[in-house]
């Protein structure tokens, strides 16, 4: 156990090959930084899911409906470049 200040850490350690690894134990810090995350990743979908589309998505569809059909009678008859 280390200080800094006002905050207490607490770590636990072990040895492969004389080499010291450590990591913390402070895991209600971790759990609530977990919290904190989720809440804003929550908050941040909900608002993605409420924007309203700034795009005509009717008209893409019927754009993209008419270039397949174009490639589609294209394909079927083929220009003869001879």
């Known amino acids: 156990m280390f200080c800094i200040g006002m905050c207490v850490f607490y770590f636990e350690y072990f040895s492969i090959n004389n080499s ?21 990743f929550q908050r941040l979908q909900k608002k993605i899911t409420q924007v309203r589309a700034s795009y005509p998505a009717r008209e893409y569809q019927q754009d993209y409906a008419k270039a397949q059909d174009v490639k589609k009678r294209m394909s079927r008859f083929p220009l003869n470049d001879k």
């Not at 010291?20 to 804003?40: G, I, M, V």
């Open 20 to 40: 010291l690894f450590f990591f913390s134990l402070n895991t209600e810090k971790r759990q609530r930084q977990q919290a904190q995350h989720d809440s804003e």
